[in-house]
């Protein structure tokens, strides 16, 4: 089984900054592919943020580009989502997820994270 737990939500003003954290274990190893995905409340999931482990590929969404960055670190089989600039509309919970290819279509990751929530007030 493979496994991926999100951390580092919470509450922030608009303007301030978060990094969530995304730790993977398990069968979440053979996949070549992390990404973030996000759902506000009354909305469908939408794409954030993908990347290949091996760093050569990075591709966000237009409504965070500038904003936020997506990174990893191998050592600790951990990917992060450093949010920058954050607005009221950046309210959501995000999910990580682990794919075998780099996708902003959400049906093609295999694994996801439980979500951890992030509010940003205005």
């Known amino acids: 089984q493979g496994q991926l737990v999100e951390s580092g939500g919470g509450l922030v003003q608009a303007g301030g900054s978060l990094r969530l954290s995304c730790a993977a274990s398990?069968?979440?190893?053979?996949?070549?592919?992390m990404g973030w995905f996000r759902q506000a409340p009354g909305k469908e999931r939408e794409f954030v943020a993908v990347?290949?482990?091996?760093?050569?590929?990075?591709y966000y969404a237009d409504s965070v580009k500038g904003r936020f960055t997506i990174s990893r670190d191998n050592a600790k089989n951990t990917v992060y989502l450093q949010m920058n600039s954050l607005k009221p509309e950046d309210t959501a919970v995000y999910y990580c997820?682990?794919?075998?290819?780099?996708?902003?279509?959400?049906?093609?990751?295999?694994?996801w994270g439980k979500g951890t929530l992030v509010t940003v007030s205005s």
């Open positions: 398990g069968r979440t190893f053979s996949m070549s592919a």
């Open positions: 990347m290949r482990w091996s760093g050569d590929y990075t």
């Open positions: 997820a682990a794919g075998s290819v780099p996708s902003t279509d959400a049906d093609n990751m295999h694994y």
